[in-house]
């Protein structure tokens, strides 16, 4: 009779009730955060990874600039540079 009485005891019940509502929400909470997370975390990996290409293109683009200017010789900078005065000065 004791143990039956023990059972029907209001904060029995109440703590009974606590831990179910605690588990479902545990149940559903927890993997809406982590998909939440994990969508975050894959946009924000995915930006740096646009990052890093865009400086990818950047740095072969210079390296291209450089090869096509290393192609001059000194007497067509100085031919350019010479035009570019004349034309400045008209």
Not at 63 to 87: E, M
């Amino acid at each position: 009779m004791n143990f039956i009485q023990a059972l029907m005891n209001q904060s029995f019940i109440q703590n009974i009730v606590l831990i179910l509502v605690t588990a479902a929400l545990t149940g559903l909470l927890v993997p809406f955060i982590k998909a939440k997370v994990d969508n975050e975390y894959a946009q924000r990996q995915k930006s740096f990874e646009a990052d890093l290409d865009h400086q990818k293109k950047l740095r072969d683009y210079q390296a291209k600039l450089l090869d096509d200017l290393g192609v001059l010789t000194p007497l067509d900078w100085t031919q350019n540079v010479s035009l570019l005065v004349h034309i400045g000065q008209t």
